[in-house]
């Protein structure tokens, strides 16, 4: 391989690093590498540091961010709430009103609007909820609204997305993160899955679990990196409420029992690893 390939190569995996870290930095990192090695293949161990260098200085800075970790923790959480409601949308491919408020709900969640969160997630809660709060026959309310939930618990996620709002709009917008669009992928994956043939239905399953699993890994990570529990909130406000709704009902499938087992696990080590970092701080 020539010298250009592997410093193109290298600088591919440098993208890991914030934009203004690279334009610091980036060269001297570059050079570090080629004095380093004589050979001309990149390496895959200076690889693998590389990238994950550059998403702990990403973390970092996250973590260095004027919101208080509490406020960026719910955000995060309350994102996560959103990206799964609309990929669940898609994939039942529910009424375009409902699609367009969850996707909606998701972007200003992303940019944090919080005060434009508020009603599409009071309207989202409302809409779950519509068959407890008016009977059954809310149920066919559709095309305007989405699915009807017949039971409390399994309304917690909206309950909480619904209150999380509330909160970040009482406190305002200063200082939260416009996180990236790059999130907009979990919702371009469910559509791809919902509408490609032959993949909705175990791979769906699938890939949702392993998202989930590899964020709260990631969650994991960060906590240990940046020693702060906003990473932890994020998770609880995710996965409490379903682990919650699970306890109430428990669910029929030994899957979906370890599903919800896993994630629990997740969230768990997560909190250990903030409360040891905090110790330790």
Request: charged share 10%.
């Amino acid at each position: 391989m020539s010298e250009v390939f592997t410093e193109g190569w290298y600088r591919l995996f440098l993208r890991a690093f914030p934009a203004g870290h690279r334009a610091e930095y980036g060269d001297d990192v570059l050079g570090t590498l080629a004095g380093d090695s004589p050979r001309r293949a990149p390496s895959l161990k200076e690889t693998a540091g590389l990238v994950t260098a550059g998403f702990a200085v990403r973390a970092r800075r996250a973590a260095e961010g004027p919101a208080p970790w509490w406020a960026d923790g719910v955000q995060l959480g309350l994102l996560v709430l959103a990206l799964a409601n609309l990929s669940y949308g898609i994939a039942d491919r529910a009424s375009p009103w409902w699609t367009a408020v969850s996707a909606a709900l998701v972007v200003v969640l992303l940019r944090g609007w919080t005060l434009v969160a508020l009603p599409l997630a009071l309207a989202v809660a409302f809409s779950t909820g519509r068959a407890m709060l008016f009977g059954a026959e809310a149920t066919g309310w559709a095309p305007f609204f989405g699915p009807a939930y017949h039971n409390w618990a399994s309304l917690v996620p909206y309950g909480v997305l619904a209150a999380g709002s509330m909160i970040l709009a009482v406190r305002g917008p200063r200082g939260l993160r416009v996180r990236p669009w790059w999130w907009l992928a979990v919702p371009a994956a469910a559509l791809a899955l919902t509408y490609g043939p032959g993949a909705y239905g175990e791979i769906w399953e699938s890939a949702r679990a392993g998202t989930e699993g590899v964020l709260l890994l990631a969650g994991v990570w960060a906590t240990a990196v940046t020693r702060s529990p906003r990473w932890t909130l994020a998770a609880a406000v995710y996965v409490l409420p379903g682990v919650a709704a699970s306890l109430v009902h428990p669910p029929s499938s030994i899957q979906i029992i370890g599903y919800w087992s896993v994630l629990a696990g997740l969230l768990v080590v997560m909190a250990v690893t903030s409360r040891t970092a905090a110790v330790g701080a």
